[in-house]
């Protein structure tokens, strides 16, 4: 019984950690808020029912919805750091977070060179299957940059959906 009188101020510091943690996940930077997860339904074969899974499972949703404030201003750095975040919690979770890194490096090539006129921001990652392949969905918000010049925020959504061996994009679908 002593034993446990020793131990119980390591118990409240630990528990008092672990609250810390929690809250900091939630109150902490917006980039701690990004989702990672895995689903439990496979990505549909085909270009249409690619698009309206991606669409009917992503647009509109508060995981993402909780982003749509955030400022298109300085968006590379803030990539990184969601991106960062997101690679992160995939290895806590023991997702192929190796194969997102990849996909994700796929997603800030697309912005740097095919749509140069958009800022973009991942917010979510999400690995599930497509009959045998890994998938990984990756959701990002995006903004023109005429529109964040005069102030709005990344109020649009986008979702990629990635081979995750060979980080080739297998199905697409956005707002506009």
Known sequence: MN????????ILIVAGLVVCAL??????????????KRLNVELPI??????????????N???????????GVGWEDKFH?????LISKAYWKNLDSNALKNCLAEVFEDAKTVNTNLA?????AYATKQGTNDVWIIVVKW???GFIENGASLG????????AKKHTIIGFSTCM
Request: aromatic residues 20%; glycine residues 8%; hydrophobic residues 35%.
């Open 3 to 10: 034993q446990i009188y020793k131990i119980r101020p390591l």
């Open 23 to 36: 809250a900091y996940e939630k109150f902490g930077p917006l980039e701690n808020q990004v989702v990672v």
């Open 46 to 59: 085909g270009e249409s029912k690619t698009w309206d899974f991606l669409w009917g499972n992503f647009a």
């Open 61 to 71: 949703k508060p995981e993402a919805e909780k982003f749509g404030g955030e400022s």
């Open 81 to 85: 750091k969601y991106e960062s975040k």
């Open 120 to 124: 973009y921001l991942p917010v979510g």
């Open 143 to 145: 903004e023109c940059f």
């Open 156 to 163: 649009h959504i986008r979702m990629f959906a990635f081979d």
